[in-house]
C-alpha cells in the first residue's frame, strides 16, 4: 500500500520541526509530509514555565504545543505535528552542552543515576490543539570514573555537542548505559506508535 493511500485526511501532514532524527522517524512511517521550521523561543517558555513550577514531562508537551501552533496558523487545515524533549534528574534540567567540557560535566552528573527523557507530541489544526501526549523512557547510566568519561569523550567526538546529556543512545553513547525502560522512538523524541493512534483517532489514517 502506498503512502497515498495510508493518509486518508484530505489536508496535508506537516512536521513543525528541523530534527533530521524526527523527519526520519516519521518518514520511517511510510506517510507524506512537509517539514517547516517552527518559530518559538524555546529557552523563553522553559523560563516562564519552570517559574511557574512547571514539571519537566509538562514542559515538553508545552514546548511541543507551541511549535504545533507556531507552524499551524500558516498551514489552513493541515494537521501540525509538534514534537520536544526534556531530560530532567528529578526536577533539574538539561541542555545540549555547549562544549567538550560541558558534556562532560553533564555525564558526570547523570553517571550512575536514572535520569528521564520526556518527549512531549501535539498535533494542532487551524490554530488549535486537536491532541497531546508525552511518553517517557528511563536510562539507567552506569557508573563511569574519570577516564571511563574521557575515552568515552574521545570516541563520540563532536556529537557530544548536538544531544542533551552529550550523548546519543544510537551509536557510541551507548556504551554509558546499563538498563533503559521506555519505546526508542520515545528516546530519539518522536514517540510514533502514540502518533499513529492519535492520527486514528482523528480519522487521518486509513490502517
Known sequence: MSDAFLWRDPAPLVLASTSATRRALLASTGLPFEAVPPEVDERAIEAGARAEGLAPDALAVLLARQKALSVSGARPGALVIGADQ???????????????EEARAQIAAL???THALHSGVAIARDGA???????TARLDMR???????????ACAGGAVTTSVGGYQLEGVGAHLFARVEGDHATILGLPILPLLAAFRDLGALAL
Open 86 to 100: 526534556t531530560l530532567a534528574l528529578g526536577e533539574r534540567l538539561f541542555h545540549k552542552p555547549a562544549s567538550r
Open 111 to 113: 553517571a550512575g543515576r
Open 129 to 135: 490543539v486537536v491532541a497531546a501526549f508525552v511518553e
Open 143 to 153: 557508573p563511569l570514573d574519570a577516564d571511563a568519561i574521557d575515552l568515552y569523550l
